[in-house]
């Protein structure tokens, strides 16, 4: 699932001038702009990206918020054994919608789920396609679908009272 990542990250770094500073990050710098992609606005995305140095940018995210929450916090809360789960998009029972979006990014879409044992339950739909070499991409419709897609799938992750309880894979969309 890394390699969905990577993939990911190019077509990041294709989209704007600004965003072709990520090929410069270290790994680690990578990772966690990956994982709060979906947590920054662009504004926010190219003020981690200017900073010249990994310890600017690293002061960066201590010092912008989501929610009231460092951005810093909301990833490295989590041992290094999740923040690599996430990083390697491995989504289980038991993880928080945070983590779902960190680890897949934005769904393609969401759907409120009435009928059941929460006071507060959703189900975020994932498109995903398998490429010829075997790598699975998650979908992203700004993007299109991939030229050399040889599967097209879909998951979907039941949330309930923001605790993944459910995940669902089927073939197609």
Do not use: M
């Given at each position: 699932m890394r390699r969905v990542l990577l993939v990911l990250a190019l077509a990041v770094v294709i989209g704007g001038c600004w965003k072709k500073r990520v090929k410069h990050l270290s790994s680690a710098e990578f990772d966690h702009y990956y994982?709060?992609?979906?947590?920054m606005n662009e504004d926010i995305q190219k003020g981690f990206l200017k900073g010249k140095t990994?310890?600017?940018r690293n002061e960066f995210l201590h010092t912008h918020t989501f929610q009231e929450k460092p951005l810093w916090d909301i990833f490295y809360q989590y041992d290094e054994a999740k923040r690599e789960a996430i990083v390697s998009g491995e989504v289980a029972k038991g993880w928080s919608a945070d983590m779902v979006l960190m680890a897949w990014g934005t769904p393609y879409d969401k759907k409120k789920l009435v009928g059941r044992p929460a006071s507060r339950s959703e189900m975020l739909v994932y498109r995903f396609e398998t490429d010829e070499d075997g790598t699975i991409m998650v979908y992203?419709?700004?993007?299109?679908?991939?030229?050399?897609?040889?599967?097209?799938?879909?998951?979907?992750?039941?949330?309930d009272d923001n605790v993944v309880t459910e995940i669902h894979e089927e073939n197609g969309w």
């Open positions: 994982a709060l992609r979906p947590f990994e310890e600017e992203d419709p700004e993007e299109g679908s991939a030229y050399h897609a040889i599967r097209h799938f879909t998951r979907e992750v039941v949330l």
